[in-house]
Structure formats: C-alpha cells, structure tokens
T-cell receptor, first 120, second 109 residues
Framework: QVQLMESGGGVVQPGRSLRLSCAAS????????MHWARQAPGKGLEWMAV????????YYADSVKGRFTISRDNSKNTLYVQMNSLRPEDTAMYYCAKDWGSGGFYFDYWGQGALVTVSS | EIVMTQSPATLSVSPGERATLSCRAS??????LAWYQQKPGQAPRLLIY???TRATGVPARFSGSGSGTEFTLTISSLQSEDFAVYYC???????????FGQGTKLEIK
C-alpha cells in the first residue's frame, strides 16, 4: 500500500532554514509527480510546490517562490523541500502528497504531516 | 489565480440526513476538481476527482457533480464518521497553480 512519511519538522528561529523529507513506498516513485502542501494551525490547505516525476519540472506557489526549493531523489524514493528565510507565518503542518500522474493532477495519497514552528 | 469559494462555512446536519456542500470557482476549471475530507488530527483524504468520480474505497453515499464554475458534493445519508471538514481543489491550471477552497465544516446537529 502507498505510504508517505514526512520527517524533519521542528522548531526553528525566524530567518533560519529547515529541510523536510518525505519517504515514499508502495508505488513506483519515479513514475509520479509529487507535491508539498501545508496547513497553518486552524486554517485551510495551501498548495506549495510540485515536482514532475523525473524532477525536471518544478512549480511553486507565489507565497514560497524564491525561498523554498522542492527536489527528489528517485534512487532513494524520497521527496524533499528546502525551506530558507523562514517566517513566523510559515508555521504549519507540512504534507507531502502523491500526484495521480506525472504532476498536474489531483493528490491521491497524503502523508501524515510534519509540524514546523517558526518562533524565536 | 483561480479563487475557490466554498459554502456554507459550517453545515449542521443530523445523522441519516442528506448534506449538500457547494464549491464555486472564479473562472472555469472544466471538470478538473477534487474533493477531500479531513478529520481532526488527520491528513486529508481524496474523495472525488474529475468532479464526479469516487476515489478507491469511497462509499457510494458520496457523490460529486458540476462542471465549469459550480460544483456540489452530496452525502446522501450521513454517518457518524462523515462529520469532518471538506475541501474542494481545482487542478485546471498549466503551469500548475493549485488552489483549495477554504473548507466546509460538517458538524452534527
């Protein structure tokens, strides 16, 4: 069965960096696009970034463009997001999600999330 | 950016009754719309994609309809496990620029 497991969350000071990982299993990771989405405490869902199955195409929401970088290692079945210049408003639960296709479709599986708190 | 607007924000319904949730797009998204269910402390779960196709394992009491800018999620006979927050999401853009609605909280009346 499809499993997505995020890791790397924690408390970080404003302006610092953090990298989240998402370990995937139960499907052919290299065949599917992958996403990062987030949810601030008590708020709704916000899509952040998508990467195509081969890693050649990446797209970002305006709110994170230039600060966050999505990447993947298909040899390790792992998705990443590098988050730089973190702000208090980046405090959220961060989810990785599998795309139905190569990237550009709906999210058919989600991980359980990693909590990031940006605070001094 | 396509703005997705869900209504109502909160819906109070008794178990066994029908619930109808609405989602409106600021411009046409064709049928490129998904619905997700999220229970407290859990990740979202895909319910409906392509506006009206149930995802694997989703009970038949869930149905989706609509196209263009107006969409509806209907739960025909509410079960206790259906009380949750529901989000719509469009995936019509290329390059991708996904947007979610703000959510509808379905609560027990």
């Amino acid at each position: 069965q499809v499993q997505l497991m995020e890791s790397g969350g924690g408390v970080v000071q404003p302006g610092r960096s953090l990298r989240l990982s998402c370990a995937a299993s139960g499907f052919t990771f290299s065949s599917y696009g992958m996403h990062w989405a987030r949810q601030a405490p008590g708020k709704g869902l916000e899509w952040m970034a998508v990467i195509s199955n081969n890693g050649n195409n990446k797209y970002y929401a305006d709110s994170v463009k230039g600060r966050f970088t999505i990447s993947r290692d298909n040899s390790k079945n792992t998705l990443y997001v590098q988050m730089n210049s973190l702000r208090p408003e980046d405090t959220a639960m961060y989810y990785c999600a599998k795309d139905w296709g190569s990237g550009g479709f709906y999210f058919d599986y989600w991980g359980q999330g990693a909590l990031v708190t940006v605070s001094s | 950016e396509i703005v997705m607007t869900q209504s109502p924000a909160t819906l109070s319904v008794s178990p066994g009754e029908r619930a109808t949730l609405s989602c409106r797009a600021s411009q046409s998204v064709s049928s490129n719309l998904a619905w997700y269910q999220q229970k407290p402390g859990q990740a979202p779960r895909l319910l409906i994609y392509d506006a009206s196709t149930r995802a694997t394992g989703v009970p038949a009491r869930f149905s989706g309809s609509g196209s263009g800018t107006e969409f509806t999620l209907t739960i025909s006979s509410l079960q206790s496990e259906d009380f949750a927050v529901y989000y719509c999401q469009q995936y019509n853009n290329w390059p991708p620029l996904y947007t979610f609605g703000q959510g509808t909280k379905l609560e027990i009346k």
